[in-house]
């Protein structure tokens, strides 16, 4: 099956707003069930695979996702591009509430996660070349899209990955700038290191749902203004991603 592209929906995007002709995919993976069911569509003549990390419900918290399965999902029906939305909090003072961003380096914080396909009796144990987590053509990709419908968007940063699914300390925020980290979210690994375990491209756009505990004038972070901010920046996706398959 040949698919144009695959978004990964994070908090605030469940849904693809503007896909035709859908058809819904329950698949079985050797790695247990996908967090839902694959949704492909067309955008504007191409063929897009949507699935919703944490299902549709927002159901299913960041470290009990089934990375593993969504990304085989995605790849045995044919996607070889993948785009993965990630809600994050801003540390960097660019990086404050509806940025947009498309990080070029991460910061595994995680544990406990099954992080490789290789964590399977018999299976082949790859040793990746990680050292640019994020595939760089697609990134620019991405950077040129965003261009051309006039979005702005940050090019670059550091995607600090932290267990979830609470917030972090004011603490540990200050750790992780120490470390480089501009953004903080809980769900970029192990996605962005499996997707490269099968060989595909991947990148994030990262979507700014709040200031980091300690970052920003804000005094205390506010469910609600969380997300207003995404449902903000989550209707610039759509807009890219046509522009991407557009390109």
């Known amino acids: 099956m040949s698919i144009d592209l695959a978004v990964i929906g994070g908090t605030g995007l469940y849904k693809f707003p503007g896909l035709e002709d859908v058809e819904r995919y329950a698949s079985d993976t050797p790695y247990g069930h996908p967090s839902d069911a694959v949704v492909l569509g067309r955008v504007g ?37 993948v785009i993965g939305v990630n809600a994050v909090g801003g540390i960097r003072d660019d990086m404050g509430p509806r940025v947009l961003a498309v990080p070029d380096q991460i910061i595994d914080y995680t544990y406990d996660r099954l992080t490789s396909f290789c964590d399977v009796a018999g299976a082949e144990v790859k040793h990746i070349d990680f050292s640019e987590p994020y595939s ?55 996605e962005a290191a499996l997707a490269r375990e099968l060989e595909l491209d991947y990148a994030c756009i990262a979507l700014v749902a709040n200031w980091a505990a300690g970052c920003g004038d804000e005094a205390e972070i ?20 046509a522009s991407l398959l557009a390109g």
């Open 45 to 81: 003549g191409h063929r897009v695979a949507f699935l919703a990390r944490h299902g549709e419900g927002h159901t299913i918290p960041p470290h009990r996702v089934n990375y593993r399965a969504n990304l085989w999902a995605l790849h045995d029906l044919g996607a070889r591009r």
């Open 136 to 190: 760089a053509g697609l990134r620019g990709d991405l950077l040129n899209a965003a261009a051309r419908v006039g979005i702005a968007v940050i090019d670059g940063g550091c995607y600090g990955a932290t267990q979830g699914p609470r917030l972090e300390t004011r603490a540990e925020i200050a750790r992780l700038r120490r470390d480089g980290c501009d953004l903080v979210g809980m769900t970029g690994m192990p």
């Open 222 to 241: 506010s469910l609600p203004e969380i997300f207003a901010n995404l449902e903000a920046a989550t209707q610039q996706v759509p807009k890219i991603v």
